[in-house]
């Protein structure tokens, strides 16, 4: 995996994330944060060094993306540095895809939350994932959310077409 490039900026970085595979045998999802830098939009399964800082930040978000459902944000207290760290330690939680290996990215709002829907290639390949923001989760038996945020997609799904490099 290459992973971000020595200069890469975060653009967007979202918190308390579910994700799902949209393949046949896929069974439920994964909790994690998920990042929009320069080239690549990440999935990572929740920092483990920073265990104090997720609460606050998940409790943050839901009332930041209540005033305003845009999903451009970043959360103080985390920066490129931290999520190189986390690149680092997590390589096997860690999903990562170039712009250029996105065949395909939309938004589908749902009566009970708002998706972001990713056809990728990944490891030769193609996979599909969906993205929503968590606003509760249901602790026992089994972690899991119980309801999600309506939000904008929208400005992501805008800046990953506006860098992808479009090859015939």
């Known amino acids: 995996m290459s992973f971000m490039d020595e200069n890469e900026k975060i653009h967007a970085h979202l918190v308390s994330v579910w994700r799902e595979s949209r ?10 944060m998920l990042f929009l830098t320069d080239n690549h939009l990440l999935f990572v399964r929740r920092t483990e060094r920073m265990k104090k ?28 540095e931290d999520l190189k760290i986390d ?16 065949l ?15 056809k990728v290639v990944e490891d030769e390949k193609t996979k599909e994932y969906q993205y929503s923001i968590v606003r509760d ?6 972690k899991d959310p119980t ?13 990953i077409k506006s860098r992808q490099i479009v090859k015939e």
């Open 23 to 32: 393949s046949f045998f896929s069974v439920g999802g994964k909790e994690g």
């Open 53 to 80: 800082w997720w609460k606050a930040a998940v409790t943050r978000q839901v009332v930041t993306l209540h005033n305003n459902n845009n999903v451009m944000i970043t959360h103080d207290g985390y920066d490129e």
């Open 87 to 102: 690149l680092e330690e997590k390589t096997k939680y860690v999903n990562e895809v170039t712009f250029n290996n996105i």
């Open 104 to 118: 395909d990215v939309e938004v589908e709002e749902k009566q009970w939350g708002s998706l972001l829907k990713t």
């Open 137 to 142: 989760w249901v602790q026992y038996p089994l």
């Open 147 to 159: 309801s999600f945020l309506k939000v904008n997609w929208q400005p992501v799904v805008e800046f």
